[in-house]
Each structure stands twice: as structure tokens, then as C-alpha cells.
């Protein structure tokens, strides 16, 4: 098996990562086959259109919000089609009951346990992130949006790596938001904290274990597997996160 810094269309960073400019699909076809332990990811969440649809103001959203963001304004048919092929190509370079989780708005949930299944994985589990700070947008008017989804699933087994160490792991997932010193290089709209990434890693992979994020943005998988001593693979579409991801690796933040 190639080692990670081996991998011709990404660069290394260290001798534990490497990160690659560019689309996930195009980077994924690349990678070996079964090269892969963990899978952890946060892709474009295809609410961008819907947002626009619903004449929520752009101009009036914060710099910097990823409905302005234009990476996240695909039709729901072709983002449906692109994570079809995401999950095939997740298939092919995890290992066999290698651990999948992936990040997701609640509405689009099912959509992804369906092209999953369809394609290898085992559904385990949706579970829930809730943050304890959450900007009190529009709290006169509605419930304020503190939540988001993850999707649990198994490649090609049903059951994977679960370091419990005995105890009962709820589904339930609470931590603040970012913090100011994990902004340091710079800001990513949807970067998600470095603890939360922990939590799974930690508990879904082993030591020297490869994890994999095609949609790293910010780093942060990158940050944590630096820090829990697992190798990284990351990809990441625009030229400006993709450098606030190698800053963040290489400085450990
Ligand atoms: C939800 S954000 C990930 C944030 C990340 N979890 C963090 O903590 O910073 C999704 C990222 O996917 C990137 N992206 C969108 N389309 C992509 C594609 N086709 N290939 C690779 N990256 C893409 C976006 O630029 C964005 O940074």
C-alpha cells in the first residue's frame, strides 16, 4: 500500500497528511482502493437555493455565510447526482467496515441513508449536534436553529471500529461553537469545533488509522487528527480554505 505523502495529486503536509486543491470526486478517483479506516465530513449541505427561494437576503447575512458563500447552490437533482458518486467513491477507498460520518441538514437526511445503502453502506445511526452558543438569530420569531444532523454508516459490514472503553454513548452531541483561537488563520463560515471532530475520531478509529474528509474546508478533521495521532487525507474545492487548512495543520490549530 502507497504511503500517504506517495499520493501523486496531493500535497504533504508532514509525514501524517496530505491535502489536495481541487473537486472531491475528481481527487477521490485518484486514491487507492481500501486506503481509507475513517471517513468524516461536512459536505455542502445543498441548502443554498433553498435559502435563496425562500428570499432570505443575502446582502443582509453576515460576510461570510455559506448561503452567500456560491459553494453550496447546486439544484437539489444534481447534488443528489454528485453525492451519488461521492458515496461510490467513498465505497471503493474505505476498508471494509470502515466508519463513516457525515454531516448533514435534517431535510436531507433520508436522501443520504438512501444513495448509502444503495451503494455499500450499512445505516447505523442519525445523531444530533447541539451547540451550546448559537448566534440568537431572529429569536422573536422563531426556535433558534442551534442543531445540525450526522449519519453514522458502516462500509460493507455492519459493524466497525467503536472504542466505547464500556461506557453507553448517547447519539447526542453537545459542545460550544468555535472558538476564537481556532480562527486564528482566518475564518471558514461553517468550520466546525476541533472537539466535536475528536469525539468521533477518537471513539470510530485507532491510533495510525487513516481518516479521509472530501470537504475539509477549514482543516479541522486535519487539526484533530494531527492532534490524536492518525494520518489525514483532505480535499478542499477553493484556494482560500484550502490554505487556511494547511496553516491550521501545520500549527496544530
Ligand atoms: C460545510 S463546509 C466544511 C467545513 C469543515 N467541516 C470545517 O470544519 O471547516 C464544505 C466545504 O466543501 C467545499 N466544497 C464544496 N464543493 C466542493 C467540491 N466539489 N469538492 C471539494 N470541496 C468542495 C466548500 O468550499 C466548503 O469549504
Known sequence: MA???EFKEFVPIGENACIALGDAITKLQTLPDKC????????????GL???KRGTNM?????GHF?????DDLDFNEWTRQMNILFQECHRVLKKKGNLIMFMSIIKVETLINLGQENGFYYKTVGVWHKTN??????????INSTETWIYMVNDGTTGTFNNEGKAIHDFVETATISNKERKF????????IGLLSHFIEILSNENDTV????????????SCKKLKRKFIGIELNEKYYKLSEDRILNDI
Open 59 to 63: 446582502n443582509k447575512l453576515r460576510e
Open 186 to 193: 482566518g475564518k471558514h463560515p461553517t468550520q466546525k469545533p
Open 134 to 143: 448559537p448566534l440568537p438569530r431572529n429569536m422573536n420569531l422563531q426556535f
Open 36 to 47: 481509507v479506516d475513517l471517513i468524516i465530513t461536512d459536505p455542502p449541505y445543498n441548502l
Open 212 to 223: 479521509l474528509d472530501p470537504f475539509m474546508g477549514s482543516g479541522s478533521t486535519g487539526v
Open 3 to 5: 504511503e500517504i505523502k
Open 50 to 52: 433553498f435559502m435563496k
Open 67 to 71: 448561503a452567500a458563500s456560491g459553494w
